[in-house]
């Protein structure tokens, strides 16, 4: 057995401990380095410009797919291995760094020895010395493919997400068109013998030679009654296939206006109501004339009608500003509804109140969902039993 080699003289038992703690130390934090960088996939090389080889890491031959027994890490070699359709790019930006000295980090693709495809992410730094000459590269490959193929996956899903959006936005807009198209051609198919029933009643009611048995009297009335809310329904019908092809011109509208009128129209048919109405002026905003109007009839004959039982009557119209954008509002304090029952106003033909409350189709707020729609707006509705509602709403401006 050979006899241990001699201390060196200078060299305590104490330095020699040090030394080899050290020396663990460094180990470990090699093999650290070493599992984290096969953790994240990252290679690592370092070239010596004036050597005709590079240095690997044993992770940048993993990502290689080779071994440092059969395979010499040079450019020559590298270039060989890098897409036919990258290489180019590759050699521009290698070019770069000896000429130019500038660093590089870009994506490319691989082909390895059994001809699978990877994806790494380069990153190559200069080395100078102190006179400004390139003397070394140092460099990392991160092995990106698993990522390249998620993305690749996402962007399929994206592509199908959006094919079947667009399938299913062109199948509803039809189905709407031929909906719109249906209720158009029924309400005026409708109209013409409503109104031949419409006048037969009222000829009846009035032709005094001929007067109708007592009997009848009552039925004729209910006719009426019957033809006036069909004829209704059938107007209503036409309004709201007629939001969807009208075009929308968008000019400056006085709203305030616009509401003075329509509520002067309003006292005109019941001008024994009393009822206070407060119509904030300056009210203006940039929308379709016909169609606003058409929001503001609706929610103003609402409001006119659900407070018609109320003793002292109160209607208001005015405006708020949220995040920088205008909203108005119809406010009354008539009879109100349930806050839950909210959305359900916007569907056609959903009434909250009994045909024998209040009188109506139950389409005019459907009518004005679309419009304020339309607008690229929103409409909500708050009330509360017996104190009220208020419709707020903005026109997309």
Request: aromatic letters at 6%; proline letters at 5%; one cysteine or more.
């Amino acid at each position: 057995m050979d006899s241990p080699a001699p201390l060196d003289p200078t060299t305590t038992p104490s330095d020699a401990s040090e030394l080899k703690r050290l020396e663990q130390r460094l180990r470990r934090l090699e093999q650290l380095m070493v599992d984290t960088q096969g953790v994240a996939h990252l290679g690592t090389w370092e070239w010596d410009i004036s050597e005709p080889t590079a240095t690997w890491s044993a992770e940048l031959y993993r990502i290689y797919g080779l071994s440092p027994d059969s395979y010499t890490p040079s450019y020559e070699n590298y270039l060989a291995m890098v897409h036919p359709e990258d290489r180019q790019r590759v050699m521009d930006a290698t070019n770069r760094v000896f000429h130019e000295h500038v660093p590089y980090s870009h994506d490319e693709r691989i082909l390895l020895p059994d001809g699978s495809l990877r994806y790494l992410h380069t990153w190559a730094q200069p080395v100078l010395d102190d006179d400004g000459k390139l003397v070394r590269l140092l460099g990392v490959c991160q092995d990106i493919t698993e990522q390249k193929r998620a993305e690749a996956q996402v962007l399929e899903l994206n592509r199908e997400l959006e094919r079947r959006v667009a399938e299913r936005t062109r199948t509803i807009e039809n189905t709407l068109r031929d909906v719109e198209a249906f209720n158009a051609m029924v309400s005026h198919d409708l109209r013409a013998p409503l109104q031949v029933i419409a006048m037969t009643c009222q000829v009846m009611a009035m032709d005094k030679s001929a007067p109708l048995p007592p009997q009848f009297s009552g039925h004729l009335e209910r006719l009426q009654r019957s033809v006036g809310h069909m004829t209704e329904l059938v107007n209503d019908l036409l309004a709201l296939a007629h939001v969807g092809g009208a075009a929308l011109e968008r000019t400056e509208v006085d709203l305030s206006a616009m509401a003075a009128e329509i509520m002067a129209d309003l006292r005109r048919l019941a001008p024994e109501r009393e009822a206070t109405v407060d119509i904030a002026p300056g009210l203006a905003c940039r929308a379709d004339r016909g169609l606003l109007r058409s929001v503001l009839e609706n929610l103003l004959g609402n409001a006119w009608k659900y407070s018609s039982r109320v003793a002292h009557a109160r209607i208001e119209v005015g405006a708020n500003t949220v995040d920088g954008r205008t909203r108005f509002f119809v406010r009354d304090n008539g009879a109100g509804f349930e806050s839950a029952d909210a959305s359900r106003l916007f569907r056609p033909f959903e009434r909250l109140h009994k045909a024998s409350e209040f009188t109506g189709t139950g389409v005019g707020l459907a009518v004005v969902q679309r419009i304020i729609e339309r607008h690229g707006g929103q409409i909500e509705a708050e009330g509360e039993p017996g104190r009220g509602a208020v419709f707020t709403f903005d026109v997309g401006c």
